[in-house]
Each structure stands twice: as C-alpha cells, then as structure tokens.
C-alpha cells in the first residue's frame, strides 16, 4: 500500500521571485508587511507600541494591541501604501498564470476594513485579487475552511507572510486531499524596497 505523503515546507525569502510553483497550486499572500508597506510600520513598530499602552494604561496585552491597531488604523488610512517587490509580485502572477494557480489575499486585518483595504491594493495597481479576512483569528482555521469550500481541487498551497506565528498555524493545519504545504517566510526588514528610516 502507498501512503500519500504530504510536503510540510518552511523557507525565508527577499522576494517573490524565489518561490517554486507547481502546477494548480492555491497561492495565498499576505498584505501587511508581504505584499505592502507603510512608512514605519513594521514588526518593531507593533512592539514598541503595544508596549508603549501597556506602561501607560497599566493594561493586558490584548488591550494594549488593540490601541495599538487603532493607532495602525488611523496611519493606513490618512497614508499610501508602496509595493515590497513590485518585480516578483509582477513575476509571481505570471507564473501562476503559467501553472494555471490561483492567488488570494489572506489578511489579518478585520473585515470592517473591506474599503481602505480595496483602496490600498487599488492604490498599488493589483487587481482581482479576493481578499479575506481573518480579523485577527488563525490563518490556519481560515484557510482550512477556504480550501475545502473553494479550492479543495489545489494539492499545493502556498502561503507567503512576514509573521511565524501565521507560518505555522497554517503549517499544522491538515488540510483536505493532503494538499503540499509550503510555508514562505517574507523577510520584510531585509526586502524593504524604500528605506523609511
Ligand atoms: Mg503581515
């Protein structure tokens, strides 16, 4: 008897180009810190910040974050955002075009940010792209549920993102048909195409 082995996959890339598609695979980008940027905001900003709440409100974590993403709020929507890799991303589509792969957005962001989400994707010339959104809840779980409602015919899947607790959660995710999984760590600090600061 053969038993289907499933790959389990997880590398660091500076860029799109650097990813291995095979044919019919469900590619899944990250926004925030994959696919775009804004100025200052990145891994360390988040720290500083939900570290800054909790000195000043003497508040858990949880809360702190959440001060902390009303803050993000207000700086994504008063500022544009610019492309990580406008090279490999361009690159990226065409070769899931070639491999007859789909792409999707997978975010963290809450749904109720649909407006100024589309308007950043719009803003950097990318389109038809679905997006969802996870509103802060596991990769993993969203995924799962995407894959075997949409895209259960896909036996690989391919997930780019900045942050390892998104890798991973959707790296011990089983998914349906044991479908590959091949987790791509973006390296934000390192691919940053403008120096901010
Ligand atoms: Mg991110």
Request: glycine letters at 4%.
């Amino acid at each position: 008897m053969i038993t289907a082995v499933t790959a389990i996959m997880l590398v660091g890339i500076t860029s799109f180009n650097q990813i291995n598609i095979t044919k019919k695979s469900l590619i899944v980008l990250d926004i925030d810190e994959t696919t775009l940027q804004f100025p200052l905001i990145n891994e360390k900003w988040w720290k500083t910040t939900i570290a800054y709440y909790k000195t000043i409100y003497n508040c858990n974590h949880d809360t702190a974050n959440g001060h902390a993403y009303q803050d993000w709020l207000r700086h994504v929507t008063e500022t544009n955002p610019s492309h990580t890799d406008s090279v490999g991303l361009n690159q990226l589509f065409t070769k899931a075009y070639k491999t007859d792969s789909d792409i999707i957005f997978l975010t963290a962001r809450f749904p109720d940010t649909i407006h100024i989400t589309k308007n950043h994707i719009d803003y950097l010339g990318i389109t038809d792209i679905p997006i969802w959104f996870t509103g802060g809840e596991s990769k993993g779980k969203h995924l799962k549920t995407i894959h075997t409602n949409i895209f259960n015919h896909h036996d690989n899947i391919i997930l780019v993102d900045d942050m390892d607790h998104n890798l991973h959660s959707v790296k011990n995710t089983i998914f349906d048909n044991d479908a590959n999984v091949y987790c791509y760590k973006f390296l934000h600090d390192v691919v940053r195409e403008k120096v901010f600061y």
